[in-house]
Nanobody, 121 residues
């Protein structure tokens, strides 16, 4: 199971760090990712990290502002979000899959519950 937490209310220009903790099994060999969703819109890819070499991948709209990382010892993946904008407001989900392409495509086998991020202007 995956559990995402760390969301909250922050002013524009501020920062938050989301965490996604895995339990029940080790996800060290899984590729991990973050998605977000706003009401009335489809869930969209934010970032992913490959398990084998920690290569990272980002959506264009977060490049330079967000950083995905992982701590295998803690079975946890993080999303550091800096320079937040009101349009970053969404429910953020973490995901895991053995295949990186499935993570990026939003077709992961495992999903955490969402954590709400609200950025005020």
């Amino acid at each position: 199971q995956l559990q995402a937490y760390g969301g909250g209310l922050v002013q524009a220009g501020g920062f938050l760090r989301l965490s996604c903790a895995a339990s029940g099994r080790t996800f060290n060999s899984y590729n991990m990712g973050w998605f977000r969703q706003t009401p009335g819109k489809e869930r969209e890819f934010v970032a992913a990290i490959r398990w084998s070499d920690a290569s990272t991948y980002y959506a264009d709209f977060v490049k330079g502002r967000f950083t995905i990382s992982r701590d295998n010892a803690k079975n946890t993946v993080y999303l550091q979000m800096n320079s937040l904008k009101p349009e970053d407001t969404a429910v953020y989900y973490c995901a895991a899959d053995l295949a990186l392409n499935l993570v990026v495509a939003g077709r992961s086998d495992y999903w955490g519950q969402g954590t709400q991020v609200t950025v005020s202007s």
